[in-house]
């Protein structure tokens, strides 16, 4: 018989990728013999294209890899050793009951903290039975912040969080602005649909301190100093308002606070924002005029601008800018970002309300580990979170790991950075051996994830293992128990009916507007007025009115890192396939000066921690910043600490987000002397 394809798999299940990326892929996956083979895009969410990133593809190293967790494990070792000695599910579930009651009963049931993020970023796999565990107990409640914080909240108070422009739109601008973010390696559907403009004539600008693979194609690029992006929006503001550029009609009609904003941003000539910001004058000036003159106008806000003392501002002001230019009310025109919120998921199925316990802001995880006393935290639940690598002053959530009177919970599906300091591992399922429904936040889609295969090991879905939880500390009835199918069944029936219906229907809904709603035409802002709220009364408290700007003489730290998304992992998921040392970007001025060059041994420093790696010389960064993957494992570096351990946990000026792009740094050569 002639070896062909067919031959490699038996069958090919239809699902979709849940992961934290925006492209919420739908999946055609090859098995074999009970085993995952091949991993591929299909076309049931036409975003998708039949094609996936090279990182998926290899998810099934990860499920079938060396560091997936089987069974539950018990600390054996000192604290951090990894070492567990292995239970039943009986056992370890059983240990935690007991722990949280004890717990409970000596210090109140505020001295345990669930903390938890994006993980598989379903429907079913965080906010279901881990809510109703946390809430009915009165654990202490977490300030999901590390990312999109800032962003949500200056959306949610300007638009009320108003449906985004669809990737296959950008189609159909003239111009698009691609601003802080670097959808080349996060979110690598809209890229094409990018492309595609571009041929049609349309213009790029793109803003970014790097030269991204977007950047390199763009007519204009705007290498701006990190954090500066609220002036440079400001100053777009400016020429708007003063040259007559601004559509007065439409402020009149449908916004609030334009006054305010004109005023705000009346300091900033393109002069003044050209030197804080670091770029040329006459290019920024060039880039307003693009935009005034420019329609259909698009702009893509990214997880880039937030991510800094200035960051909620920054977003507020550039989501500012097709209102004030009037750039709604055209297909192709208006802004894109996060859809997260656009489906109007009410998630009813919790069924418990939120107590008014302590809140932790989970960018304060290590302050919450090592200071918090009323209570101390003294259980930690980790679950859908890798923080020990993932959450900002790394040294200092370490050390609060560490602490012999923490008793922490890690629940996962991979031996991580942080389930190495557990007491308590219990080994999870991926996207691929449960159910849930992924929920896309930048393509427009809601689908079906099944199983492909059975559970590796003794892994278990979390609606199963909290919703046993719940009965073993008496917070549900013994009747309740449901398995994972009854829970997804239980979650269709409490979504819209349109958008459940075409779930049962054809595994995939799109959003009740349709797949491609124009902004201001089929979509409006979801404010108490209905108006764009240019300037909103409720952050003012916030609105720090100081700019942090860097000022690189006077400071011992005078470069800024940041550290966006790799191609390689998400956030911190399969970091653990990684070979290769990690590499510090940095610009050849600033290697020069300190006498460095390509593939030295650097240690990357300031007053928080160091991080020993490897140096790559790119004229690729702007001078003076420097660059380091988020997500890295312990082991991808020389001294086993990573990007985190550089990020102060200052939070930003809106939302309480993480200032991951402000950590100010200085290197040198790694050998010790
Ligand atoms: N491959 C891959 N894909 C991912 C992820 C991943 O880890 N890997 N993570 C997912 C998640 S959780 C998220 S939130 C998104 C994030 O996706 P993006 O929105 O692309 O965000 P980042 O990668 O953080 O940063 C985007 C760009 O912002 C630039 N930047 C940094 N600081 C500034 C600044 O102050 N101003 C401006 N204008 N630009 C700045 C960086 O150089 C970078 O090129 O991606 C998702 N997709
Ligand atoms: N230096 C730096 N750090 C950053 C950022 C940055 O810009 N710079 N950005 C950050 C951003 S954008 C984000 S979103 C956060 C993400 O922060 P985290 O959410 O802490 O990071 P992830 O790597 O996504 O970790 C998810 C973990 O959940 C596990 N998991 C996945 N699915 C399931 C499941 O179904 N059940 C259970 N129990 N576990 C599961 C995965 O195996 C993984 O270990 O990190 C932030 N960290
Ligand atoms: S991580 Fe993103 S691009 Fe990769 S398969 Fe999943 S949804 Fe698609
Ligand atoms: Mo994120």
């Given at each position: 018989?002639?070896?062909?394809?067919?031959?490699?798999?038996?069958?090919?299940?239809?699902?979709?990728?849940?992961?934290?990326?925006?492209?919420?892929?739908?999946?055609?996956?090859?098995?074999?013999?009970?085993?995952?083979?091949?991993?591929?895009?299909?076309?049931?969410?036409?975003?998708?294209?039949?094609?996936?990133?090279?990182?998926?593809?290899?998810?099934?190293?990860?499920?079938?890899?060396?560091?997936?967790?089987?069974?539950?494990?018990?600390?054996?070792?000192?604290?951090?050793?990894?070492?567990?000695?292995?239970?039943?599910?009986?056992?370890?579930?059983?240990?935690?009951?007991?722990?949280?009651?004890?717990?409970?009963?000596?210090?109140?049931?505020?001295?345990?903290?669930?903390?938890?993020?994006?993980?598989?970023?379903?429907?079913?796999?965080?906010?279901?039975?881990?809510?109703?565990?946390?809430?009915?107990?009165?654990?202490?409640?977490?300030?999901?912040?590390?990312?999109?914080?800032?962003?949500?909240?200056?959306?949610?108070?300007?638009?009320?969080?108003?449906?985004?422009?669809?990737?296959?739109?950008?189609?159909?601008?003239?111009?698009?602005?691609?601003?802080?973010?670097?959808?080349?390696?996060?979110?690598?559907?809209?890229?094409?649909?990018?492309?595609?403009?571009?041929?049609?004539?349309?213009?790029?600008?793109?803003?970014?301190?790097?030269?991204?693979?977007?950047?390199?194609?763009?007519?204009?690029?705007?290498?701006?100093?990190?954090?500066?992006?609220?002036?440079?929006?400001?100053?777009?503001?400016?020429?708007?308002?003063?040259?007559?550029?601004?559509?007065?009609?439409?402020?009149?009609?449908?916004?609030?606070?334009?006054?305010?904003?004109?005023?705000?941003?009346?300091?900033?000539?393109?002069?003044?924002?050209?030197?804080?910001?670091?770029?040329?004058?006459?290019?920024?000036?060039?880039?307003?005029?693009?935009?005034?003159?420019?329609?259909?106008?698009?702009?893509?806000?990214?997880?880039?601008?937030?991510?800094?003392?200035?960051?909620?501002?920054?977003?507020?002001?550039?989501?500012?800018?097709?209102?004030?230019?009037?750039?709604?009310?055209?297909?192709?025109?208006?802004?894109?970002?996060?859809?997260?919120?656009?489906?109007?998921?009410?998630?009813?199925?919790?069924?418990?309300?939120?107590?008014?316990?302590?809140?932790?802001?989970?960018?304060?995880l290590g302050r919450a580990l090592t200071e918090y006393d009323a209570p101390p935290v003294k259980l930690l639940f980790v679950y859908n979170a890798n923080p020990a690598v993932t959450i900002p002053d790394q040294n200092r959530v370490l050390k609060g790991l560490a602490r012999e009177d923490l008793f922490t919970v890690v629940f996962d599906q991979v031996m991580t950075d942080t389930a190495a300091w557990a007491d308590i591992v219990l080994p999870a399922t991926t996207f691929l051996e449960a159910y849930d429904f992924a929920k896309g936040y930048g393509s427009l889609s809601l689908q079906l994830v099944q199983p492909v295969v059975d559970a590796i090991g003794d892994a278990r879905p979390n609606v199963e293992v909290f919703g046993d939880l719940c009965r073993r500390l008496d917070l549900e009835d013994a009747r309740d128990s449901k398995d994972e199918l009854e829970h997804l069944m239980e979650l269709l029936d409490a979504l819209p009916a349109t958008t459940g219906q075409q779930l049962r229907e054809r595994e995939i809904a799109e959003l009740p507007c349709g797949s491609h709603p124009v902004q201001f035409v089929d979509v409006f802002p979801n404010t108490p007025d209905g108006k764009v709220n240019l300037f909103p009364a409720q952050l003012e408290r916030d609105m720090i009115g100081e700019l942090y700007v860097f000022q690189p003489q006077a400071d011992r730290y005078p470069l800024t890192l940041i550290s966006p998304a790799s191609d390689r992992t998400v956030t911190s998921m399969l970091g653990e396939l990684a070979t290769r040392t990690a590499h510090l970007v940095m610009h050849p001025e600033d290697s020069a000066a300190r006498g460095l060059k390509e593939e030295d041994e650097v240690r990357v420093y300031n007053d928080r921690g160091e991080v020993r790696c490897l140096l790559t010389v790119e004229p690729t960064i702007r001078p003076g910043t420097v660059s380091l993957p988020k997500g890295l494992w312990r082991k991808s570096t020389l001294n086993g600490a990573t990007t985190t351990a550089l990020v102060p946990d200052t939070l930003t000026d809106l939302g309480g987000g993480a200032c991951f792009n402000d950590a100010r740094v200085e290197v040198e050569r790694g050998e010790e002397p």
């Open positions: 018989m002639p070896i062909t394809e067919a031959t490699r798999y038996d069958h090919i299940v239809e699902t979709a990728c849940p992961l934290d990326c925006p492209d919420s892929c739908s999946l055609a996956v090859s098995v074999n013999k009970g085993k995952v083979v091949r991993l591929d895009g299909s076309r049931r969410n036409p975003i998708t294209s039949g094609y996936i990133c090279a990182k998926v593809r290899r998810f099934g190293e990860r499920m079938y890899g060396e560091a997936r967790l089987l069974r539950p494990g018990v600390r054996r070792g000192p604290k951090g050793s990894g070492l567990f000695g292995r239970v039943t599910w009986d056992e370890a579930l059983d240990l935690i009951a007991d722990r949280m009651r004890r717990i409970r009963d000596q210090w109140g049931g505020e001295a345990i903290l669930p903390l938890s993020y994006g993980g598989s970023n379903g429907l079913l796999s965080q906010d279901t039975t881990d809510a109703r565990l946390f809430r009915r107990f009165g654990t202490s409640r977490l300030a999901r912040t590390v990312c999109a914080a800032p962003s949500g909240t200056a959306t949610q108070a300007m638009y009320g969080k108003m449906i985004p422009v669809a990737f296959d739109d950008y189609v159909h601008a003239r111009l698009i602005v691609i601003w802080g973010a670097n959808p080349s390696v996060s979110g690598i559907h809209l890229v094409p649909y990018v492309r595609e403009a571009q041929k049609r004539g349309a213009k790029l600008v793109v803003i970014d301190p790097r030269r991204t693979p977007l950047a390199r194609q763009a007519d204009l690029h705007l290498a701006v100093r990190p954090g500066t992006d609220l002036v440079v929006a400001l100053a777009l503001h400016r020429y708007l308002f003063e040259e007559g550029r601004a559509d007065e009609r439409f402020l009149a009609d449908a916004t609030e606070g334009a006054d305010r904003l004109r005023e705000r941003a009346r300091p900033w000539t393109f002069d003044h924002a050209a030197q804080v910001a670091g770029v040329d004058q006459a290019a920024l000036s060039r880039f307003a005029e693009l935009y005034a003159s420019s329609s259909p106008a698009l702009i893509r806000c990214g997880w880039g601008v937030e991510r800094n003392r200035n960051g909620g501002n920054a977003v507020l002001a550039i989501l500012g800018l097709p209102a004030v230019a009037g750039k709604f009310g055209v297909r192709g025109g208006g802004y894109g970002m996060s859809a997260s919120s656009s489906w109007n998921i009410t998630r009813s199925w919790i069924g418990a309300d939120e107590p008014g316990t302590r809140v932790v802001n989970m960018n304060h």
